[in-house]
């Protein structure tokens, strides 16, 4: 994503201060990043190599599980035939490609490439989709796990079974990040009714967060150097 001086503003608010004093460095568990920047989940914004690339400038990327990179062993072959397809064939065409079921064996291999690169590994799955895949995930490495859909509460309230998000996270000894919960409000709400439901250690290793911008970058803020 490429940005001019006319597309930013930089706004002050009552005090301003010195940007030698201040880091953009952002934490959770042991994992820092030197760039407040963590890119989206999806396939038009992230692949293993894109990862790998944000990972070394400072920033975290993370991949999409249950996307073409998880479904084709060389996935730039259906999204060439994307992106040149004609626009009124494109959400059917697109709706096969993504049919193919997702492989295992691929997750393994996707995620070994971005650690074997040195860099910390994020990936997200779908809340459907984490109850039957996220062992796969953990064996395979990853250092921080995202959940993420469409819309995403810490209480899902239905007929069928759905995934425990407050013990999902207090059962897995691994970071935890809840991505689409859509504005601050859920973010919030979430964030509290995991703080009630689960002890502290296990708080301070989730985050919800919300991804606010078709650029599928979300910038994390910065903080002062203490």
Known sequence: VAYSFDDIAVVPSRRTRD????STEWQIDAYKFEIPMMAAPMDSVMSPETA???????????????GLW???DDPRIPLGEIASMPEKHATRRMQEIYAAPIRPEL????????????????????????AELHKTVIDAGVDIF????????????GSGEALNLKKFI?????????????????????????????????????????????????????????
């Open 19 to 22: 940007p030698k004093d201040v």
């Open 52 to 66: 790998i690339e944000i990972g070394r400038l400072g920033g975290l990327g993370v991949l999409n599980l249950e």
């Open 70 to 72: 998880t479904r084709y």
């Open 107 to 130: 997750i393994k291999e996707r995620i070994k490439q971005i650690r074997d690169a040195g860099i910390t590994v994020a990936a997200s799955l779908s809340p459907q989709r984490t």
């Open 146 to 157: 995202v959940i993420r859909g469409t819309t995403v509460s810490a209480e899902h309230v």
């Open 170 to 226: 207090y059962e897995l000894d691994t970071p935890v990040i809840v991505g689409g919960v859509a504005n601050g409000t859920a973010a919030l709400h979430s964030a509290l009714m995991l703080l009630a439901r689960t002890t502290a250690p296990h708080f301070c290793r989730s985050l919800a967060i919300t991804w606010e911008n078709s650029a599928g970058v979300l910038p994390m803020g910065s903080k002062p150097i203490s």
